[in-house]
């Protein structure tokens, strides 16, 4: 699954690190998911829309559609 | 906009801003004793007193330890000779304390997964089930190696302090094949959690 999360913590200037403790993840985890190795559960999808304030849909995109 | 039960949920998420790290607990730079007794005192403990209700219950302990009577006068002098003629409960309490104890490691173990974050909860379980079968794989093949007598043909003579390889033995928690298989499921466990964790890097 294609993610915009890379783009987005650029735009807030904020390290890989900045944004894991602002979603209460690891480091690991966001770089897993900003090099699309891993795909987030739902509530963290959630987690990450809200704190950037978009929809799902135009963060992660759905690559096997 | 959120209601304040939705609002609170969200915050107390982003209070938990340290998740558990597996790190932690492998020994390098991450490794924190604190977190490891955290999660693994109960297990020391129940070591312990397993070693101790061995020494005290278990004919076998000096065999396999090598332990004599001289260096330790007050176990196999006084107390081991009449340990069969204590009572039966004070005999099942001493038996059931690390079992107790390990319960209690399983719980803080459990604890301790579930205060991880999602992809290092993934990781953590899936070594553990690589541990669990890579483990019982090698314990199978041990015991059908061992009846078929292929064993008996290699290590001959056995070589103390394991004199017989037999994990029929297993059953009764026999001490060597005990700590053995504990030493596998560590093996195997940190195998597989460089395998999987090397996945998400």
Redesign the interface.
């Known amino acids: 699954m294609k993610n915009k999360l890379h783009e987005l913590r650029a735009t807030k200037k904020w390290s890989q690190s900045d944004l894991a403790d602002k979603l209460g993840v690891s480091r690991q985890t966001i770089n897993a998911i900003e090099t699309e190795k891993y795909d987030p559960s739902l509530p963290l999808a959630f987690k990450v829309a809200r704190l950037f304030k978009k929809p799902i849909e135009e963060i992660f995109e759905d690559t096997e559609k | 906009m959120l209601d304040k039960k939705a609002s609170m949920l969200?915050n107390a998420?982003?209070?938990?801003?340290?998740?558990n790290?597996p790190e932690k607990l492998i020994p390098g730079k991450n490794y924190s004793f604190w977190a490891d007794m955290k999660v693994n005192g109960w297990l020391t403990s129940a070591i312990l007193t397993a070693f101790v209700s061995d020494m005290l219950l278990h004919s076998d302990v000096s065999r396999y330890f090598h332990l004599h009577e001289k260096d330790w006068p007050v176990v196999f002098g006084l107390l081991h000779p009449h340990a069969e003629d204590w009572p039966v409960v004070i005999r099942v309490i001493i038996e059931l304390i690390p079992v107790l104890f390990s319960l209690l490691w399983v719980r803080s173990v459990a604890r301790w997964i579930r205060g991880m974050?999602?992809?290092?909860r993934r990781i953590t379980l899936e070594a553990c089930l690589f541990a669990v079968i890579g483990t019982l794989l090698v314990v199978i093949t041990w015991h059908r190696l061992d009846k078929a007598g292929v064993l008996e043909a290699i290590f001959q003579p056995p070589s103390p302090p394991f004199e017989h390889w037999d994990f029929r033995q297993f059953a009764h928690l026999d001490l060597n094949q005990f700590v053995l298989t504990i030493v596998l499921l560590w093996f195997f466990y940190f195998l597989g959690h460089s395998i999987f964790n090397r996945?998400?890097?």
């Open positions: 969200y998420g982003a209070m938990n801003n340290k998740p790290i974050d999602e992809l290092h996945r998400y890097k």
